[in-house]
C-alpha cells in the first residue's frame, strides 16, 4: 500500500508525535509498504511527483526534517493561514490511507479527520465527532456517567468563572486540576492543598481556557486498548516516583509496565468490559486506549479514552499487542485494517 505516515504538528506533544511516526513509518515498510512520513504543519519539499511513494527512502533524513522545524513552529504559526504544510494534502490524496501518527491538539481533536472527511482522505483511527467528544475530558466524563461507565467525581471550569473553593465544588483535598483538552499528562496536577490548588488552576489554564477539577483516586493505574471493539490484554503503570505524569510516559526506567497485569480473573474481565463500554460510549471506531485507576478494595474508575494513543515500539499498544503474539509491524498493519473496515462498511 501507498501510505502517508503523518506526525510532527503543533500540539504540545509534538516531539512524542515525532517519534510514533518514526517508528510507525519503519514498521510499514518492514512490512513491505511504500510509507513515507510527512510533517502535517511543515510539510514536506522536493516530492518526486512521478514516483511520490518510493521503494527506497530515507526514514531518518525524514526525522531530521521535521525536527529541524521544532525551534520555528511558534513563529511559523503566526504567519501561516493554512495549519497544512506545503503539498500535505495532494500527497494524502494520493495515499491508499494516511496513518495518523498525531498527538493531542489539531491531530487528535477531530479538525484534520472533519477534513479529510470532506476531501475523501482515507485515514486511521476514529471519525471526527468522535474524537472531539473523547478529546474533551469534561464531555467524556459526561458520556461515561450516561452511559454507566464508573469515573471519578468532578467538574469543569472555564476561566472566565472559575472558583477557588472546593467546597463549593462540593469536593475535598487531595483533587486533580487538569486540561480540558491537553494529552501525555500535560497540564495534569495532583494537589493536597489549597495553595497547590491554586497553582494549579493558574499554570492549567497557561494551557487552556477550561480545566476539570476531579476527585484524587489513590491506586492502582492501568490501561487497557480497545480495537475493533474488543478490549486486548491490560496493562499495569506503576511509577516509581509520582504519577504518570509527562516524564514517566516518556523517560526510560522511569515506569514499571506490566502486561498482562497482574489482576483477578474477574476483575479482568470487569475492566476488560468497562474498557469496551467506555469506547462505544463516546462511539469511538477502529482503536483506542482507556485509561484506568483501581482502588484497594477493586473499585474502578475511567479516567479518559485516547483515540490516538502513542505508537511508539515501546508504547503501551504495542505491550498489550506483544501480548496477543502480535509484534509491532503486524500490530501497524492490524490498525490499518480495522481502520480500513469503516470505508468498506459505508461502501456497501
Same mark, same amino acid.
Given at each position: =500500500? #501507498?501510505? @502517508?505516515?503523518?506526525?510532527? +504538528? *503543533?500540539?504540545? %506533544?509534538?516531539?512524542?508525535?515525532?517519534?510514533?511516526?518514526?517508528?510507525?513509518?519503519?514498521?510499514?515498510?518492514?512490512?513491505?509498504?511504500?510509507?513515507?512520513?510527512?510533517?502535517?504543519?511543515?510539510?514536506?519539499?522536493?516530492?518526486?511527483?512521478?514516483?511520490?511513494?518510493?521503494?527506497?527512502?530515507?526514514?531518518?533524513?525524514?526525522?531530521?526534517?521535521?525536527?529541524?522545524?521544532?525551534?520555528?513552529?511558534?513563529?511559523?504559526?503566526?504567519?501561516?493561514?493554512?495549519?497544512?504544510?506545503?503539498?500535505?494534502?495532494?500527497?494524502?490524496?494520493?495515499?491508499?490511507?494516511?496513518?495518523?501518527?498525531?498527538?493531542?491538539?489539531?491531530?487528535?481533536?477531530?479538525?484534520?479527520?472533519?477534513?479529510?472527511?470532506?476531501?475523501?482522505?482515507?485515514?486511521?483511527?476514529?471519525?471526527?465527532?468522535?474524537?472531539?467528544?473523547?478529546?474533551?475530558?469534561?464531555?467524556?466524563?459526561?458520556?461515561?456517567? =450516561? #452511559?454507566? @461507565?464508573?469515573?471519578?467525581? +468532578? *467538574?469543569?471550569? %472555564?476561566?472566565?468563572?472559575?472558583?477557588?473553593?472546593?467546597?463549593?465544588?462540593?469536593?475535598?483535598?487531595?483533587?486533580?486540576?487538569?486540561?480540558?483538552?491537553?494529552?501525555?499528562?500535560?497540564?495534569?496536577?495532583?494537589?493536597?492543598?489549597?495553595?497547590?490548588?491554586?497553582?494549579?488552576?493558574?499554570?492549567?489554564?497557561?494551557?487552556?481556557?477550561?480545566?476539570?477539577?476531579?476527585?484524587?483516586?489513590?491506586?492502582?493505574?492501568?490501561?487497557?486498548?480497545?480495537?475493533?471493539?474488543?478490549?486486548?490484554?491490560?496493562?499495569?503503570?506503576?511509577?516509581?516516583?509520582?504519577?504518570?505524569?509527562?516524564?514517566?510516559?516518556?523517560?526510560?526506567?522511569?515506569?514499571?509496565?506490566?502486561?498482562?497485569?497482574?489482576?483477578?480473573?474477574?476483575?479482568?474481565?470487569?475492566?476488560?468490559?468497562?474498557?469496551?463500554?467506555?469506547?462505544?460510549?463516546?462511539?469511538?471506531?477502529?482503536?483506542?486506549?482507556?485509561?484506568?485507576?483501581?482502588?484497594?478494595?477493586?473499585?474502578?474508575?475511567?479516567?479518559?479514552?485516547?483515540?490516538?494513543?502513542?505508537?511508539?515500539?515501546?508504547?503501551?499498544?504495542?505491550?498489550?499487542?506483544?501480548?496477543?503474539?502480535?509484534?509491532?509491524?503486524?500490530?501497524?498493519?492490524?490498525?490499518?485494517?480495522?481502520?480500513?473496515?469503516?470505508?468498506?462498511?459505508?461502501?456497501?
Amino acid at each position: =500500500m #501507498n501510505i @502517508v505516515v503523518l506526525a510532527g +504538528g *503543533t500540539s504540545t %506533544e509534538r516531539e512524542i508525535s515525532i517519534s510514533t511516526g518514526n517508528g510507525v513509518c519503519r514498521a510499514l515498510r518492514q512490512r513491505g509498504h511504500k510509507a513515507v512520513l510527512v510533517d502535517i504543519f511543515c510539510g514536506v519539499e522536493g516530492v518526486d511527483w512521478e514516483d511520490p511513494f518510493p521503494k527506497e527512502y530515507d526514514v531518518d533524513a525524514a526525522v531530521a526534517y521535521m525536527k529541524g522545524f521544532d525551534e520555528k513552529i511558534k513563529d511559523m504559526e503566526k504567519t501561516r493561514r493554512n495549519f497544512f504544510g506545503p503539498n500535505v494534502i495532494a500527497l494524502c490524496e494520493k495515499a491508499d490511507i494516511v496513518f495518523l501518527g498525531l498527538h493531542g491538539a489539531n491531530g487528535e481533536d477531530g479538525k484534520v479527520q472533519a477534513a479529510f472527511d470532506l476531501m475523501g482522505i482515507k485515514y486511521t483511527g476514529t471519525g471526527y465527532l468522535s474524537s472531539a467528544l473523547a478529546m474533551d475530558k469534561g464531555i467524556t466524563k459526561q458520556m461515561f456517567l =450516561m #452511559n454507566h @461507565v464508573p469515573t471519578p467525581k +468532578g *467538574t469543569t471550569m %472555564e476561566k472566565k468563572s472559575y472558583t477557588t473553593d472546593l467546597h463549593e465544588l462540593g469536593m475535598e483535598f487531595p483533587v486533580v486540576v487538569k486540561t480540558c483538552c491537553g494529552g501525555s499528562s500535560v497540564g495534569v496536577y495532583m494537589v493536597n492543598d489549597q495553595a497547590e490548588y491554586e497553582k494549579a488552576l493558574q499554570e492549567a489554564f497557561s494551557y487552556e481556557d477550561e480545566v476539570v477539577v476531579e476527585e484524587y483516586i489513590k491506586g492502582r493505574e492501568f490501561s487497557v486498548a480497545v480495537v475493533d471493539g474488543k478490549a486486548y490484554p491490560i496493562i499495569e503503570i506503576a511509577p516509581l516516583e509520582g504519577f504518570y505524569d509527562y516524564k514517566n510516559k516518556y523517560q526510560a526506567g522511569s515506569t514499571i509496565e506490566t502486561c498482562p497485569a497482574d489482576l483477578s480473573p474477574e476483575l479482568t474481565e470487569i475492566m476488560q468490559k468497562y474498557a469496551e463500554l467506555g469506547a462505544k460510549a463516546l462511539s469511538l471506531e477502529a482503536y483506542c486506549r482507556l485509561d484506568f485507576m483501581m482502588k484497594e478494595n477493586g473499585e474502578m474508575y475511567c479516567l479518559e479514552a485516547n483515540t490516538l494513543p502513542g505508537m511508539t515500539p515501546t508504547s503501551l499498544i504495542p505491550q498489550e499487542a506483544q501480548v496477543l503474539g502480535m509484534d509491532y509491524p503486524q500490530l501497524c498493519e492490524e490498525l490499518i485494517r480495522v481502520s480500513l473496515k469503516k470505508y468498506n462498511e459505508s461502501e456497501k
